[in-house]
């Protein structure tokens, strides 16, 4: 029901834009994209995530635009609250909000912009402000990108004041009714990110465009989970997870776009390198193909590889259980383990663009719908989650352009 | 004594000029009229921002590295 309405709410505010493209000569856009990300588990219920998003954007004279945007996770599940040999699950659900907004400047060999982003839920608060400028060089044929934004977000943890300097003795969050209040036991850490990521796109051929560049992050403060426990040793010490405060993160990239004119298609490439100061080293590869079905069907098929070692102090259950932790950290993240994924999928769109002599309130009309099955493969069978090897991502996605 | 720099000071200069000569540069360069593939969506390296925004929230919860995504269009220039 609420999905409709936000389908029902964009498409009002899509017809207003409309009425307001004839009356001003502008162009405008709104879109709505619904994601369902559904995580079985053999043990229990698993994890299923809906995604709702709504966004519109209004570009005036070609130079200036702005845009705003909503959207929620709906999370329903059940999660391990320890990691162990024999991990029992906690049923959760939770609801996360974020609303966005912008404004740029466009001009022929260049633009800025900037945007500031608001997300809430039960246990965390995040506030982000972006900015984004692109300037061609050398008659359009190379585009310098920066991009820079700051997170000032702030989490919820249990008090764990009385385990100062003692690291095993911290206890995880049971709850967070009492989050972002004055009720005793509970705190709120601060959560500081910078990302820096420059990039240089080169159209190298009239069917080749390349992209190189970086990512730069660094975050400062509390990054743990805070309702996750960690089994260390054999005498059931189960302290809440443990991460350092600080953490650098680079990965240098590269893309390219290849036109095949032959097929009606283009096809996609994207490797990338990354490496931080948790010692978590990966390369990802992702590639995708898009063909013209006729003249109003898109299709495009995906293929997605990734491959990690583990952080510094990440052990698998049974090596916390045996040999305790390594060092003063410890997690039971998965995203902190030696692991690999694979993503394979496909989408589908149909689009209607009215021919120019005819009377019509739209300019295009979108209509999509993707499947994506994302395969975990992590490296022990001990490592976290072991019960879930694959989810599966449905996506549907509606747009119109005045 | 035939000095090994000798040799190299023309292939400095021939890769200077070809770096970084205005010549050089326009003959590299798309033209305007080149551009026709390059402006349909399909070759467009951010073409779909809302798309992007989804995927990236359940990758990067995920796996354990970010960036890749670029920060602007893939140097059309098409406006």
């Not at chain 1, 999370?75 to 024999?86: E, I, N, S």
């Not at chain 1, 972002?180 to 465009?209: C, K, N, Q």
């Not at chain 1, 990440?314 to 932790?325: C, E, K, N, V």
């Not at chain 2, 070759?43 to 359940?58: C, I």
């Amino acid at each position: 029901m609420q999905l409709t309405r936000l389908l029902a709410l964009a498409c009002a505010v899509g017809a207003t834009l409309g009425a307001a493209e004839r009356a001003q000569a502008a162009t405008a856009e709104a879109s709505t994209r619904v994601t369902m990300f559904d995580e079985p588990s053999s043990k229990n219920t698993g994890v299923r995530v809906y995604h709702p998003q709504a966004d519109v954007s209004v570009t005036a004279a070609s130079t200036f635009n702005v845009a705003a945007g909503y959207s929620a996770d709906v999370v329903t599940g059940a999660t391990p609250a320890t990691f162990d040999v024999v991990s029992a699950a906690t049923k959760f659900s939770d609801t996360r909000h974020l609303v966005h907004g912008g404004f740029g400047f466009e001009q022929s060999d260049g633009g800025i912009a900037f945007s500031a982003a608001y997300g809430w839920e039960s246990d965390y608060k995040s506030f982000v402000l972006s900015g984004t400028t692109h300037h061609d060089l050398y008659e359009h044929n190379f585009t310098l990108g920066l991009a820079y934004s700051h997170n000032f977000d702030k989490v919820c943890d249990a008090d764990n004041s009385a385990a100062a300097g003692l690291p095993l003795d911290r206890v995880a969050l049971g709850k967070s009714s009492g989050c972002f209040t004055s009720t005793p036991g509970y705190v709120t850490h601060p959560l500081a990110i910078d990302t820096f990521e420059p990039s240089l796109s080169w159209t190298m051929t009239p069917r080749l465009v390349v992209q190189g560049g970086a990512t730069i992050q660094i975050l400062d403060g509390f990054q743990a989970n805070p309702y996750r426990k960690v089994a260390l040793g054999q005498e059931n010490r189960t302290p809440q997870e443990h991460l350092p405060d600080f953490r650098q993160r680079y990965a240098l990239f590269a893309r390219m776009a290849y036109a095949l004119p032959e097929l009606r298609a283009s096809t996609l490439v994207m490797l990338r390198g990354y490496d931080d100061s948790w010692a978590v080293r990966a390369f990802t590869a992702d590639a995708t193909g898009t063909k013209y079905l006729g003249q109003s069907m898109l299709m495009s098929i995906r293929a997605h590889y990734h491959i990690q070692s583990g952080a510094s102090f990440y052990r698998d259950a049974i090596g916390y259980q045996t040999l305790g932790p390594a060092g003063q950290y410890w997690t039971g993240d998965r995203e902190l383990s030696p692991m690999g994924n694979y993503l394979f999928g496909g989408k589908i769109a149909f689009f209607r663009r009215p021919q120019q002599e005819r009377q019509s309130w739209f300019v295009e009309m979108e209509l999509g719908a993707k499947y994506e099955l994302l395969l975990y493969r992590p490296q022990s069978q001990f490592g976290p989650n072991p019960d879930r090897t694959f989810a599966q991502i449905v996506q549907a996605a509606f747009a119109m352009r005045f | 004594m035939h000095s090994p720099f000798s040799s190299r000071v023309p292939t400095l200069i021939l890769l200077g000029a070809l770096l970084f000569g205005g010549c050089s540069i326009s003959k590299w360069t798309v033209k305007p009229h080149q551009r026709e593939l390059l402006a349909d969506k399909i070759m467009q390296l951010d073409a779909e921002p809302q798309e992007r925004e989804a995927e990236e929230h359940v990758l990067a919860n995920r796996e354990g590295a970010i960036g890749g995504t670029g920060t602007s269009g893939g140097g059309c220039g098409c406006n």
